[in-house]
């Protein structure tokens, strides 16, 4: 682990109680929501991510019977490893900690955390805080890049099948969602996102462990901007399985770009290819398998065309690239026979499709088949003889051509991905290697041989940095340490890769150095001479036919058959020859080899490509920060919850799983150097700021004692200081970062005070100018700053966690919002770059949360959906936002000025449109149409009064609002400006003071009129009043908070006239009120959000005399059977309220002398309007 990758260490904390995986709630159109694949990457993506509730909310409070991190296991045993990940997956948790490094179990199935509302959540989140996901090590990876400045890696390691390949793709989606950039950047991410559905095309198949195993290795590097921006990218491929061109194993495949060819050509395509069904080709008939269970050739087919636009290949050398594709298929149906030893192509009408294709005579390419050129040397001159083939040796030939078409195509796509994204910046980078997985087939070969290789490799540097160099520090360093035991794989290691004394590799290239143009008996020589060097190491043995190694993971037979001939890998000159004759262009620029007649040098050997690659990999892995994720797979079947035990146990057995949990329980969560640890805590203490020049132990003690760390977290050790566990570091590093905050308010503050003038000037202007000569000002409107949040958003989880992190907030300030009966609802108005909020509250009704109040995002509106706004002449603050094609909204915002300024600037900014103002005093407009009694027009008309506040009156479907004159329209605001406090910095304000004050969590206001006493808390009883008068008045001057539900009118039975003013009893609250009852019966409005003064009965006022009496409570008798029967139909309009149709017989849970009463229908529970029940 390197010094300074203390932040992956913070999910050693355990996250209590989480639980992490969604449940989905039906969608609007009855179904259940999305689920689907995104083909493009087969990334699993969630469509609607709507109303989704998380397991940790619903079943907070219940024991967990697995934990998230092993390193808190109570056994280590590779049972326990075992039975915790079974547990986990049981319950579709697939991600598993060990401190940093994340285990990850194929689930063989679509699981729905992978959408949006998850690529949200763990944007910056502190790991502890969130359930363990690959999105977590994504996010660490990409946020370390960017504030250590260290590149860094992940190795994805695990056997075939067990989903390196998703993971990979998951980080490479996860990382180009949470990063920006402009139209070059979108540009390189497509290229990053296509570039996977084109090398898949060409360079995976199906094997009996996956149905899409990657036959090639694969390391991509994204590279960054200094400001995080993917701005290139380079993908580096090893060893690409090409024998599979031309020999299948049973139930196998070959690579997917065949079947993909011919089951999606168009008709053109498959004429000129000569395509037809899979089974005419004998590369393709070899195994009989043709479809893979899940996959749609036809339609990856185009996906793979897609990818080859994106990457800018163009449509003829699309052409060019599928009609080697093609040749490939017919050159393997050219056979041969035999006539005096001598091989004859048995029929050589096959020999007609490939050479017309490639471009080249059929005779030619007959004659190139059965013989085959050499160099010969005769007394000092070379000179080249044609020898001919035997059958066995002419259908090599033509399997070593094809081949050697393939892979020069296969490199040639991947160099076209590489140049696609090609930049000259070479600053910050993230690599995810994803390469082949350790495999043992029933028989396997050259190839097996070279992956299992590589995957020692991968599992050295594992050991190297997990385990080994991790202990071997606390020696170093002296710290107090019990070492523990693993099983170090170096040794396999150099088994196969060893120079001195020689290894597999070196033996076997030796072989081939000294082989003969035609290989026979190499194979034999090649284990003759194994046995004699290697012989008695004890990680290899000899079989009749081949040897056996003993890898990390377990032991694997390989059979010699062509070992010599696949790592000699050379393409014979003749055949170079003959395709650098070829009439199609594109297929001579695959072959720009110069020959060299009489070379002396050896060619470099398969063996020799892949130890340097695999040498050269390991060397850029260990200069990046390195992550890990450990995939296991769980069954064979692949089938979703199936666990096979003994096969799991075997793997976490062999990852070493279980060293890996005890170094890291015993370990320490971070180390740095002294004076790198001075430096970033030097801040934490005057002594030390800015540096400290006494002796640097003593000045980690002085920091250590200040901030309270206990002893028993830390150790020094002779140059490094070691901290124990994560949260230890967490307090470090928050005090750190409180200190910074400190200073940089300090020094905003300043830089405000400075620049503020200049910006409230244009700002002023640039509002003014929007209401100039239309509408009446208020006195010392404008003559103030613009903060944008008077919320404090940003601080107040419970809003913020509704708003996507992404979108900055621009504007917040609680407003009023008119219901259909012009009631207030108080709403947090929150305008981002993207959509304007309106955030409520309601209850509850189910859970361990039931009874809570909650915020809900009540409205949305898309900015570029906002499409005009209606104001009066006077100087009201009431704004209507129309909507496009929808419904609009009254609101009374008291900064209306600046909301609106601040709107026409992002519409202007995002859609180069400015926003339609229009000044009536009359006007009408649509409410939302919600069930029983929405809908409909009503009207607005602004009257001249003589308050400077506004009182309201509604009648019927129209609301009059009074108000006295203000400055004229054309008065400009003063230059004076007035003192207002600075509310952001109020609302921002953070700790214990403020939530006291402000038990509510809104900010404090600023302006007197909205200076009203806290909302109380959410109310037992629920919803505000109704208001359900017609010709009273109120004004918002002298609201007074809701204190509970309302007392709500009983209903007149239908076709009954109104009752007129119904009977008055004292209400205890309140003076009292008549009621004039109306007709149908008002449904109870939502419940009240917080700090809401919203309209009570107390607070309204005759039009001309004092505030109007509260209502009587409803006097019913007692219920002797607490049942009620519905009079009426009621639609809930809030989620805890019940809908029940008329008939309807409920269970009387609670009478409230609100008028809503608690009552249980079909197993639900909420409120209903009592106005709408009888008792029985
Ligand atoms: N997180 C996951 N969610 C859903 N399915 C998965 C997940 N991981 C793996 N799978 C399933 O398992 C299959 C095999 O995974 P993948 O191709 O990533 O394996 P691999 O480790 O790359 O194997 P190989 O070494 O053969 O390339 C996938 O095609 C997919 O069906
Ligand atoms: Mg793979």
């Known amino acids: 682990m390197s010094e300074g990758d203390y932040r992956h260490q913070s999910r050693h904390k355990p996250s209590k109680n989480m639980k992490f995986f969604k449940k989905e709630a039906p969608n609007p159109q009855g179904g259940r929501s999305k689920k689907g694949v995104n083909h493009n990457n087969n990334v699993p993506v969630i469509e609607d991510s709507r109303k989704q509730v998380y397991h940790w909310q619903s079943e907070g409070g219940t024991k967990k019977s697995t934990v998230d991190d092993m390193v808190l296991l109570t056994k280590i045993t590779e049972s326990a490893i075992t039975d915790n990940l079974k547990k986990r997956l049981m319950e579709d948790k697939i991600y598993t900690y060990i401190g940093p490094v994340l285990v990850a179990v194929n689930p063989f199935k679509q699981l729905p955390y992978f959408g949006s509302r998850e690529i949200e959540m763990y944007q910056g989140a502190a790991q502890y805080e969130v359930p363990p996901h690959i999105y977590a090590v994504a996010d660490t990876m990409y946020r370390n890049m960017l504030i250590d400045n260290d590149s860094q890696c992940v190795i994805i390691s695990g056997e075939s099948g067990a989903g390196k390949t998703v993971s990979a793709k998951f980080i490479m989606n996860y990382i180009t969602k949470v990063s920006g950039g402009g139209t070059r950047v979108q540009e390189v991410k497509n290229v990053i996102l296509e570039s996977n559905p084109l090398l898949e095309a060409f360079g995976n198949a199906k094997t009996i462990r996956n149905n899409n195993s990657s036959r090639f290795g694969k390391y991509i590097e994204i590279q960054f901007s200094r400001g995080g921006e993917p701005i290139g990218g380079k993908i580096s491929n090893f060893l690409l399985e090409k024998s599979r061109v031309h020999s299948l194993n049973e139930r196998e495949r070959n690579f997917h770009i065949f079947y993909q060819l011919i089951s999606g050509a168009s008709s053109e395509m498959k004429e000129s290819f000569g395509l037809t069904t899979p089974d005419y080709y004998s590369y393709l008939s070899q195994s009989g398998v ?45 056979s041969f026979g035999e006539e005096n030893n001598q091989a004859q192509v048995l029929d050589p009408g096959y020999l007609e499709y490939p050479a017309y294709l490639l471009g080249i005579d059929s005779q030619k390419l ?145 072989t081939c150095a000294t082989m003969s143009a035609v290989s026979q008996g190499a194979d034999e020589d090649f284990l003759r001479k194994m ?212 200073y940089a308010r300090v020094i905003q503050k300043t830089f405000r005070k400075y620049f503020s003038n200049q910006r409230y000037l244009k700002e002023r202007q640039e509002a003014s100018r929007l209401v100039h000569n239309r509408k009446e000002r208020r006195s010392n409107s404008l003559n103030r700053n613009f903060y944008g949040d008077y919320i404090g958003v940003e601080y107040k989880q419970r809003i913020s966690s509704l708003i996507p992190r992404r979108e900055k907030v621009e504007f917040a300030l609680t407003v009023d919002k008119f219901d259909r009966r012009f009631r207030r609802m108080k709403r947090d108005l929150i305008l981002t770059k993207t959509n304007l909020y309106l955030v409520g509250r309601v209850k509850v009704q189910k859970g361990p949360e039931k009874g809570k109040v909650v915020d809900i995002i009540k409205r949305k509106i898309e900015l570029e959906n906002i499409s005009q706004a209606t104001l009066s002449t006077f100087q009201d603050d009431i704004v209507l936002l129309h909507v496009r094609n929808d419904y609009e909204s009254l609101l009374d915002i008291r900064l209306k000025t600046e909301f609106l300024m601040v709107l026409n600037r992002k519409l202007k900014e995002r859609f180069n449109k400015e926003l339609p103002l229009n000044f009536v005093n009359s006007f009408e407009y649509r409410v939302r149409k919600t069930g029983w009694g929405g809908g409909g027009v009503k009207k607005v008309m602004f009257v001249e009064g003589n308050t400077s506040e506004p009182t309201f009156s509604s009648s019927g479907s129209c609301l009059t609002v009074r108000i006295g004159h203000g400055l ?209």
């Not at 003829?316 to 690239?321: K, T």
């Not at 919850?641 to 070493?656: A, I, P, R, S, T």
């Open 290 to 334: 043709y479809r893979v269970d899940g996959t749609n050739d036809a339609h990856d087919f185009q996906e793979t065309l897609r990818a080859m636009q994106v990457m800018g290949i163009t449509n003829e050398v699309q052409n060019d690239i599928l009609t080697i594709v093609a040749a490939i298929l017919h050159m393997g149906n050219i």
């Open 366 to 510: 007959g004659h190139k088949l059965v013989s085959r050129v050499f160099d010969s040397k005769w007394g000092g001159k070379s000179d080249r003889i044609d020898v001919t083939l035997n059958s066995e040796q002419a259908q090599f030939t033509r399997d070593a051509w094809a081949k050697g078409l393939y892979s020069r195509l296969f490199d040639y796509v991947v160099e076209t991905v590489n140049k696609a994204m090609v930049t000259d910046s070479n600053q910050l980078s993230i690599g995810i290697l994803d390469i082949y997985g350790f495999e043992i087939f029933g028989r396997n070969g050259f190839e097996q041989f070279c992956i299992n290789y590589v995957n020692e490799k991968l599992q050295q540097i594992f050991i190297e940095l997990t385990l080994r160099s991790e202990q071997e520090e606390y020696q170093a360093e002296g710290i107090q340490w019990s070492p523990i035991e693993y099983f170090d794989n170096k040794v396999v290691c150099d088994l196969i890769e060893s120079k001195r004394p020689p290894g597999i590799m070196c033996i076997l290239d030796d």
């Open 531 to 742: 046995e004699s060097q290697v012989g008695s190491n004890p990680h290899y043995q000899k079989f009749s036919n081949g040897f056996v190694i003993k890898h990390y993971a377990g032991s694997v037979s390989y059979h010699l058959d062509s070992f010599c001939e696949k790592n000699r890998d050379v393409l014979f000159q003749d055949i170079i020859e003959v395709m650098q004759g070829s009439s199609n262009a594109f297929i001579r620029s695959l072959f720009p080899d110069v020959i060299q007649v009489g070379s002396k040098s050896r060619p470099t050997t398969a063996g020799t490509k892949i130890r340097t690659q695999a040498n050269e990999l390991v060397t850029t892995l260990t200069k990046c920060v390195p992550h890990y994720i450990r995939c296991i797979k769980p069954n064979e079947s692949k089938k979703p919850h199936d666990w096979d035990d003994q096969m799991v146990k075997h793997q976490v057995e062999y990852l070493g799983l279980k060293e890996n949990i005890k170094v890291k329980r015993a370990g320490f969560a971070y180390r740095r150097p002294f004076d790198k640890f001075l430096q970033r805590y030097a801040v934490l203490t005057k002594e030390t700021f800015p540096a400290w020049h006494g002796d640097p132990i003593q000045g980690i003690h002085f920091i250590m004692r200040n901030i309270n760390m206990d002893p028993g977290q830390y150790q020094i050790g002779r140059t490094k200081v070691f901290v124990k566990d994560p949260e230890s570091l967490y307090m470090l590093e928050e005090c750190r970062e409180r200190k910074f905050d400190h």
């Open 968 to 1176: 004229p329209s054309s008065s400009e605001p003063g230059l004076q400006r007035v003192i207002t406090p600075d509310i952001r910095m109020l609302a921002n304000k953070k700790g214990p003071s403020m939530a006291k004050s402000h038990s509510n969590g809104h900010a404090p206001r600023m302006l007197n009129r909205d200076q009203r006493p806290p909302y109380p808390g959410p109310s037992p009883s629920g919803p505000r009043p109704a208001l359900i008068n017609t010709g009273h008045s109120y004004s918002t001057g002298s609201r007074t908070p809701d204190m509970g539900r309302p007392r709500i009118e009983p209903p007149r039975l239908p076709g009954m006239a109104p009752t007129g003013v119904h009977k008055i009893t004292k209400s205890p609250s309140g003076p009292q009120f008549r009621l004039p009852v109306s007709n149908p019966p008002p449904p109870p409005s939502e419940p009240p959000p917080a700090d809401t003064p919203t309209i009570t009965p107390g607070t309204l006022r005759s039009r001309n005399g004092p505030p109007l009496p509260t209502r009587p409570d409803i006097n019913r008798p007692k219920p002797r059977i607490p049942q009620v029967r519905a009079l009426y139909s009621y639609d809930a309009h809030d989620t805890d309220e019940l809908s029940f149709v008329e008939g309807d017989t409920l269970q009387l849970v609670r009478e409230d002398a609100s008028g809503w009463w608690t009552c249980k229908l079909r197993g639900s529970q909420g409120f209903c309007p009592a106005n709408y029940l009888e008792k029985i």
